[in-house]
Structure formats: C-alpha cells, structure tokens
T-cell receptor, first 116, second 115 residues
Framework: EAQVTQNPRYLITVTGKKLTVTCSQN?????MSWYRQDPGLGLRQIYY???????DKGDVPEGYKVSRKEKRNFPLILESPSPNQTSLYFC???????????????FGPGTRLTVL | GENVEQHPSTLSVQEGDSAVIKCTYS??????FPWYKQELGKGPQLIID?????GEKKDQRIAVTLNKTAKHFSLHITETQPEDSAVYFC??????????????FGKGTHLIIQP
C-alpha cells in the first residue's frame, strides 16, 4: 500500500530539547516537503527536497533543519525547540517537483507537537 | 510571491444543500489549482484539481470553476452528505515561492454539514 508515514504522531517536549520527526514514503517519490499547520494560517511550507542530498528552504524555515540522505526518508529536526514551534506538522511527497508539473502531493497523517 | 485568499473560513449547510468555497490568487502566472480535503485527525488529500487551460471540471458531486481574468476559482459540492464535513484547502501553483513545486495554500474552510 502506497503511504507516507510520520513518527511520532504526538509529542510533548520542553524548550531546548532536540527532537526529530521522521517521514518515510514507499512510493519512490523524488520530491518531499514539510509543512506546519496553525489555526487561521493554513499550511505553510518549512523545507523541501527535490531529491537525495538536495534540500531548500520554504516559507518558514527558521528553527528547523532537514536532511535527505536516502530517497525514502526526510526527517525534520528541531535543534532547540521553542513554544512558537508548537504546531501540527505534515510531511508530503510527490513524484517530482518541477515547476509547472501537475503531480499530486500525498500527505502523511501529521505529527502534533507541543513545546512547553 | 503568490498569495491565496480563501472564503469563508467556516461554512455550515443543511444536508442535501450545496456548498461553495471561493479562492482568489494574486499571481497571473499560476496555472494549476488543486483542492484538498482534510478529515479530522488526517492529512490533506487531493479531491479535485484544475489547470489554467480549463474553465470547469466536474467529478460526481464536486466541481471546480476557474476564472483566469478575475483570478478566482471555486469549489462546488452538491447534494452534501455528512461525510463531506471536513476542512477544505485551495492552492495555487506559481513560478515563485512555495517551494520548488510552487504550491501556495489558502487558510482553509471548515465545512459543517447539518443533519
């Protein structure tokens, strides 16, 4: 079954404690992306990756890091989480990310993060 | 960069009635407009999309219309059912901003179907 998985699904942590949210896909997609969803603000892109070892900033990258060492995995790293990073996070993938492509984005189930 | 405005933020309709959600975009270069449905506790899922060379597209009870001149597009759901209750996001793809695939999302509409 084609799917995007995220772990953990729920996480409560404290300010400054490094954490990683994992994302994995089994569709052999080149393009992967991270979004955060906040009430009244919709979905905002944090980082994206066109392929292995190729990553770039989205609209709200401050406070986040990513890596893409393998095609199937795209972890999101918060080196020193702060309360303003409390949010619902989604990983998304698509076949390719070329401009003017019409590829559907497939979203993971989400990770709800609370930073105290 | 692209800016997408979505209205209303909340929409309540009686079961069986129609629902319309409207979006406007700012970048005339945008050429792809998908709609996503997000059910409670799940990630958004594509339900329908339209390209800039088409004015209308229909799939059973849902349809999307696009007015390039006015830079707005709308989602129409007819004969609404309880399972249509969800948050709906519109998006637009432009040359600049929103990552390599250029998708910029609206803020979402919470659709409530009243029994």
């Amino acid at each position: 079954e084609a799917q995007v998985t995220q772990n953990p699904r729920y996480l409560i942590t404290v300010t400054g404690k490094k954490l990683t949210v994992t994302c994995s896909q089994n569709m052999n997609h080149e393009y992967m992306s991270w979004y955060r969803q906040d009430p009244g603000l919709g979905l905002r892109q944090i980082y994206y990756s066109m392929n292995v070892e190729v990553t770039d900033k989205g609209d709200v990258p401050e406070g986040y890091k990513v890596s893409r060492k393998e095609k199937r995995n795209f972890p999101l790293i918060l080196e020193s989480p702060s309360p303003n990073q409390t949010s619902l996070y989604f990983c998304a993938t698509s076949l390719a990310g070329a401009v003017f492509s019409y590829n559907e984005q497939f979203f993971g189930p989400g990770t709800r993060l609370t930073v105290l | 960069g692209e800016n997408v405005e979505q209205h209303p933020s909340t929409l309540s309709v009686q079961e069986g009635d129609s629902a319309v959600i409207k979006c406007t975009y700012s970048d005339s270069a945008s050429n792809y407009f998908p709609w996503y449905k997000q059910e409670l506790g799940k990630g958004p899922q594509l339900i329908i999309d339209i390209r800039s060379n088409v004015g209308e597209k229909k799939d059973q009870r849902i349809a999307v219309t696009l007015n390039k001149t006015a830079k707005h597009f709308s989602l129409h759901i007819t004969e609404t059912q309880p399972e249509d209750s969800a948050v709906y996001f519109c998006a637009a793809r432009a040359l600049s901003g929103g990552g390599a695939d250029g998708l910029t999302f609206g803020k979402g509409t919470h659709l409530i179907i009243q029994p």
